[in-house]
């Protein structure tokens, strides 16, 4: 709406949950999909970061969650920036392509993103897709010992 890139009449709304005006702190963080999306993240991570007002203490708080280990530290920022790429393309996805966005469909997606781009981007010994579906931190070497 800033850039004027939008065709006059064009709903503001949020295209996942068509309740709040769209914004980057909403569609990222605060919208009930993209919140959910987040509580999957975690859980999958076993970590706990809060929802923050905006992005970039929400960044931070994701950045403090884990020990000073180069490895993790490295690891949690790519799936930080692979969770919010995702957001992205799926938001995208709805508006270009009609598409619509699943929870679950959003995390496997993440999931398969994450483990490519580590893949080719941190330096760990090699991880099978099914060992980083399982366990991120185990195939960052954190708890290979």
Not at 11 to 22: Q, R, W
Not at 92 to 109: Q, Y
Request: hydrophobic content about 45%.
């Amino acid at each position: 709406m800033r850039r004027n890139a939008l065709v006059p009449n064009t709903s503001l709304l949020c295209v996942f949950c068509n309740e709040v005006d769209e914004s980057t702190n909403h569609l990222f963080l605060h919208c009930t999909k993209t919140w959910k999306v987040w509580s999957e993240i975690q859980k999958w991570l076993e970590v706990n970061c809060i929802i923050t007002a905006n992005l970039f203490v929400h960044w931070r708080c994701w950045d403090g969650i884990v020990p000073n280990r180069k490895e993790l530290k490295r690891g949690m920022r790519l799936i930080w920036h692979t969770v919010i790429w995702v957001i992205w393309s799926v938001r995208n996805n709805v508006i270009f392509n009609n598409g619509g966005i699943e929870v679950e469909e959003v995390v496997g997606a993440i999931k398969r993103l994450s483990s490519s781009w580590s893949l080719s981007r941190l330096k760990i010994q090699p991880c099978l897709l099914y060992e980083w579906r399982w366990n991120p931190k185990w195939c960052l070497g954190v708890l290979r010992g």
